[in-house]
């Protein structure tokens, strides 16, 4: 099977279960703020902790904090091009690819799918701190809640491309942007909340 997401033709509406199990399939659907809340509401806590609990200064949690969401900005886009549009030139990869992206682009406008699901968010989330920890100890604290805020700004922008027509403001070039991506070339413009890495990566189409 050597289908890839690139030949998926996208659906204006409607939507497709993933798994016949219903709480599985109810599991793979959620609103796109519990899992926004859940990022914020735990960056909030780890940056009071780095305050009240660590050595650190203002200025260095300052600078973790905004290094979290440059990071982030980067892993956005290798996760995105890397996983979510890996080859599949093997049924297994198929499988795993569209289970995690490949149903989002036939049905794009499926707002129950616009993010990781809160069970599958808090785990990834725990793993992901726990090796942040491991590499930066407390400056984990401060650096971390960037991350998040940067992962949650992804999912905000994400959400507003799908379910809302192009806003008159500024998100409106992140907007189309995107749109290039699920309508014109699936191998362009991998930043959903930044376009710099495909300028980086010569990855950008306007």
Avoid at 15 to 29: H, M, Y
Avoid at 116 to 140: D, H, K, N, Q, R
Avoid at 188 to 200: A, F, Q, R, T
Wanted: hydrophobic content about 45%; proline content about 6%; cysteine-free.
């Amino acid at each position: 099977m050597e289908e890839t997401v690139t030949r998926i033709k996208p659906k204006n509406s409607g939507t497709r279960p993933l798994f016949d199990n219903p709480i599985l399939e109810k599991l793979s659907r959620t609103h796109i703020s519990v899992p926004i809340t859940i990022y914020l509401v735990t960056s909030a806590v780890l940056g009071w902790y780095a305050f009240t609990y660590t050595q650190m200064s203002a200025g260095w949690i300052g600078f973790l904090f905004f290094a979290g969401i440059f990071v982030f900005s980067l892993v956005e886009y290798a996760t995105h091009r890397g996983v979510f549009h890996m080859d599949t030139d093997t049924p297994v990869k198929a499988k795993i690819q569209y289970t995690f992206h490949g149903i989002h682009h036939e049905f794009p406008k499926d707002k129950t799918r616009l993010a990781m699901p809160p069970a599958a968010a808090i785990f990834v989330g725990a793993a992901l701190f726990g090796v942040t920890f491991l590499l930066l100890g407390e400056a984990s604290y401060a650096f971390f809640p960037g991350f998040l805020v940067g992962y949650s700004g992804y999912l905000f922008v994400h959400f507003i491309v799908h379910a809302y027509p192009p806003p008159k403001n500024l998100f409106k070039k992140l907007w189309v942007n995107h749109a290039v991506h699920h309508y014109k070339s699936h191998d362009k413009n991998y930043g959903v909340s930044s376009p710099l890495w495909d300028y980086v990566f010569g990855t950008f189409m306007k």
